[in-house]
């Protein structure tokens, strides 16, 4: 079964922490895994993506406050969040490719008050 499946999402005053997890299938393993994030009202951006090697990168806006991490051992990808600005409402999604197919998680929002 091919799955992405986000989780942690909540509502946080600004300047606050949360984490979200996404659980990969293990047809992921190996793969690039991605955070993107819509939002409202707004197109989808990249936020942050980690290498199967755990190489990293972030969008610039959150650079310094959001940090990507994997745990292959549980099939799970973090991304940890903080310094939280109201900008950053969005809901949150996890993206993989796999061979010529995308896939994408079901989102899970993140909502910051001010």
């Known amino acids: 079964q091919v799955k992405l499946e986000e989780s942690g999402g909540g509502l946080v005053q600004a300047g606050g922490s949360l984490t979200l997890s996404c659980a990969v299938s293990?047809?992921?393993?190996?793969?690039?895994i991605t955070w993107y994030r819509r939002p409202p009202g707004k197109q989808r951006e990249l936020v942050a993506g980690?290498?199967?090697?755990?190489?990293?990168n972030y969008a610039d806006s959150v650079k310094g406050r959001f940090t990507i991490s994997r745990d292959n051992a549980k099939n799970k990808v973090y991304l940890q969040m903080s310094l939280l600005k109201p900008e950053d409402t969005a809901v949150y999604y996890c993206?993989?490719?796999?061979?010529?197919?995308?896939?994408w998680g079901q989102g899970t929002q993140v909502t910051v008050s001010s």
């Open positions: 980690i290498g199967s090697g755990g190489s990293t």
């Open positions: 993206y993989a490719r796999l061979g010529a197919y995308d896939y």
């Open positions: 293990d047809s992921f393993r190996l793969n690039t």
